[in-house]
Protein backbone atom coordinates (compact mmCIF):
# COMPACT_ATOMS: atom_id res chain seq x y z
CA UNK A 1 0.00 0.00 0.00
CA UNK A 2 1.48 3.50 -0.42
CA UNK A 3 2.01 5.87 2.22
CA UNK A 4 2.78 9.31 2.56
CA UNK A 5 5.04 10.24 5.42
CA UNK A 6 5.22 13.75 6.88
CA UNK A 7 8.85 14.54 9.05
CA UNK A 8 9.14 17.50 10.54
CA UNK A 9 12.73 18.10 11.25
CA UNK A 10 15.65 20.71 11.73
CA UNK A 11 16.98 22.27 8.60
CA UNK A 12 20.53 20.76 9.75
CA UNK A 13 23.65 19.22 8.02
CA UNK A 14 23.16 15.80 7.79
CA UNK A 15 19.30 14.96 8.52
CA UNK A 16 18.66 14.23 4.35
CA UNK A 17 21.70 11.53 4.87
CA UNK A 18 20.22 10.22 8.34
CA UNK A 19 17.13 9.65 7.08
CA UNK A 20 17.14 8.26 3.63
CA UNK A 21 19.93 6.05 4.58
CA UNK A 22 17.63 4.59 7.22
CA UNK A 23 15.52 3.41 4.37
CA UNK A 24 18.48 2.09 2.19
CA UNK A 25 19.88 0.09 4.80
CA UNK A 26 16.74 -1.64 6.39
CA UNK A 27 15.95 -2.57 2.11
CA UNK A 28 12.79 0.31 2.39
CA UNK A 29 12.27 1.60 -1.37
CA UNK A 30 11.90 5.85 -1.42
CA UNK A 31 9.31 6.15 -4.10
CA UNK A 32 9.79 10.18 -4.53
CA UNK A 33 11.37 12.90 -1.81
CA UNK A 34 10.20 16.10 -1.59
CA UNK A 35 12.28 18.96 1.14
CA UNK A 36 11.13 22.57 1.59
CA UNK A 37 11.69 25.03 4.67
CA UNK A 38 8.74 25.63 6.80
CA UNK A 39 7.15 29.57 8.12
CA UNK A 40 9.08 28.33 11.23
CA UNK A 41 12.88 29.45 10.85
CA UNK A 42 15.37 26.62 10.76
CA UNK A 43 12.39 23.94 10.31
CA UNK A 44 11.53 22.17 6.98
CA UNK A 45 8.84 19.02 6.26
CA UNK A 46 10.31 16.21 4.36
CA UNK A 47 8.03 14.40 2.16
CA UNK A 48 8.46 10.70 1.41
CA UNK A 49 6.37 8.32 -0.30
CA UNK A 50 7.06 4.90 0.04
CA UNK A 51 4.98 1.57 -0.17
CA UNK A 52 4.32 -0.85 2.61
CA UNK A 53 1.90 -2.99 4.53
CA UNK A 54 0.65 -1.22 8.33
CA UNK A 55 3.12 -3.08 9.92
CA UNK A 56 6.11 -1.81 8.27
CA UNK A 57 5.13 1.51 7.88
CA UNK A 58 4.52 1.86 11.52
CA UNK A 59 8.22 0.66 11.95
CA UNK A 60 9.40 2.55 9.09
CA UNK A 61 7.74 5.79 11.40
CA UNK A 62 9.13 4.63 14.81
CA UNK A 63 12.62 4.02 13.35
CA UNK A 64 12.19 7.74 11.96
CA UNK A 65 11.15 8.96 15.71
CA UNK A 66 14.02 7.61 16.85
CA UNK A 67 16.49 10.06 15.21
CA UNK A 68 18.59 12.94 15.91
CA UNK A 69 16.77 16.15 14.65
CA UNK A 70 14.08 14.78 13.75
CA UNK A 71 10.55 16.95 15.26
CA UNK A 72 7.85 14.86 14.19
CA UNK A 73 6.41 12.11 11.91
CA UNK A 74 2.79 11.17 10.41
CA UNK A 75 1.65 9.02 7.94
CA UNK A 76 -0.41 12.09 5.89
CA UNK A 77 -2.58 9.19 4.29
CA UNK A 78 -4.56 8.16 7.28
CA UNK A 79 -5.24 12.23 7.76
CA UNK A 80 -7.69 13.80 5.51
CA UNK A 81 -5.37 15.93 3.27
CA UNK A 82 -4.93 17.50 -0.01
CA UNK A 83 -1.97 15.68 -2.24
CA UNK A 84 -0.34 17.13 -5.46
CA UNK A 85 2.34 16.95 -7.59
CA UNK A 86 3.98 18.83 -10.36
CA UNK A 87 5.24 18.13 -14.39
CA UNK A 88 7.24 19.51 -16.69
CA UNK A 89 7.01 18.31 -19.88
CA UNK A 90 8.28 18.54 -23.12
CA UNK A 91 6.60 18.18 -25.94
CA UNK A 92 6.73 18.29 -29.68
CA UNK A 93 4.63 20.33 -31.42
CA UNK A 94 4.77 21.81 -34.80
CA UNK A 95 2.42 24.07 -36.46
CA UNK A 96 0.31 21.75 -37.59
CA UNK A 97 -0.07 20.09 -33.84
CA UNK A 98 0.22 23.17 -32.37
CA UNK A 99 -3.27 24.23 -32.00
CA UNK A 100 -4.23 20.50 -30.49
CA UNK A 101 -1.64 20.57 -28.11
CA UNK A 102 -3.02 23.83 -26.50
CA UNK A 103 -6.11 22.57 -26.50
CA UNK A 104 -4.95 19.30 -24.37
CA UNK A 105 -3.27 22.03 -22.21
CA UNK A 106 -6.62 23.94 -21.85
CA UNK A 107 -8.26 21.00 -20.93
CA UNK A 108 -6.28 19.85 -18.55
CA UNK A 109 -6.04 23.27 -16.84
CA UNK A 110 -1.43 23.43 -17.60
CA UNK A 111 -0.09 25.73 -18.93
CA UNK A 112 2.56 26.77 -21.50
CA UNK A 113 5.91 28.15 -20.30
CA UNK A 114 7.82 27.90 -23.05
CA UNK A 115 7.95 27.49 -26.63
CA UNK A 116 10.39 27.28 -29.83
CA UNK A 117 9.38 26.34 -33.26
CA UNK A 118 9.07 23.11 -32.70
CA UNK A 119 8.25 21.98 -28.90
CA UNK A 120 7.13 23.55 -25.99
CA UNK A 121 7.23 22.83 -22.34
CA UNK A 122 4.34 22.25 -20.11
CA UNK A 123 4.02 22.77 -16.07
CA UNK A 124 1.06 20.90 -14.77
CA UNK A 125 0.07 20.01 -11.00
CA UNK A 126 -2.72 17.63 -10.23
CA UNK A 127 -2.80 14.60 -8.33
CA UNK A 128 -0.72 11.77 -9.74
CA UNK A 129 -3.38 9.93 -11.38
CA UNK A 130 -4.21 12.78 -13.54
CA UNK A 131 -0.93 13.67 -14.33
CA UNK A 132 -0.51 10.35 -15.58
CA UNK A 133 -3.29 10.80 -17.64
CA UNK A 134 -2.29 14.13 -19.42
CA UNK A 135 1.30 12.32 -20.43
CA UNK A 136 -1.06 9.55 -21.86
CA UNK A 137 -2.77 12.09 -24.26
CA UNK A 138 0.43 13.47 -25.19
CA UNK A 139 2.37 10.65 -25.81
CA UNK A 140 1.06 10.70 -29.89
CA UNK A 141 2.04 14.35 -30.05
CA UNK A 142 6.04 12.77 -28.73
CA UNK A 143 7.41 13.49 -25.77
CA UNK A 144 10.53 14.45 -25.27
CA UNK A 145 11.41 15.09 -21.88
CA UNK A 146 9.36 14.80 -18.53
CA UNK A 147 10.50 16.21 -14.62
CA UNK A 148 7.80 15.41 -12.09
CA UNK A 149 8.28 16.26 -8.44
CA UNK A 150 6.70 13.33 -6.66
CA UNK A 151 3.98 14.59 -4.07
CA UNK A 152 3.93 16.75 -1.63
CA UNK A 153 0.77 16.94 0.53
CA UNK A 154 -0.79 18.92 3.59
CA UNK A 155 -3.65 18.34 6.01
CA UNK A 156 -6.93 19.65 5.23
CA UNK A 157 -8.73 22.25 7.55
CA UNK A 158 -6.97 24.55 10.08
CA UNK A 159 -4.53 21.74 11.80
CA UNK A 160 -0.84 21.73 10.04
CA UNK A 161 0.42 19.19 9.16
CA UNK A 162 3.45 19.91 10.52
CA UNK A 163 1.95 21.06 13.82
CA UNK A 164 4.19 19.56 16.75
Known amino acids: MRHIISVLVENKFGVLSRISGLFSGRGYNIESLSVGETVEEGLSIMTIVTRGDDAVIEQIIK ?3 KLVNVIKVRD ?33 RAKTIDLNGESLVIEITGTKDKN ?6 MEPYGIIEVVRTGSVAIARGSKATSDR
Request: hydrophobic share 50%.
Open 63 to 65: QLR
Open 132 to 137: SAFLKV
Open 76 to 108: VVSMDHIEREMLLVKVHANGRTRPEVFNIVSTF
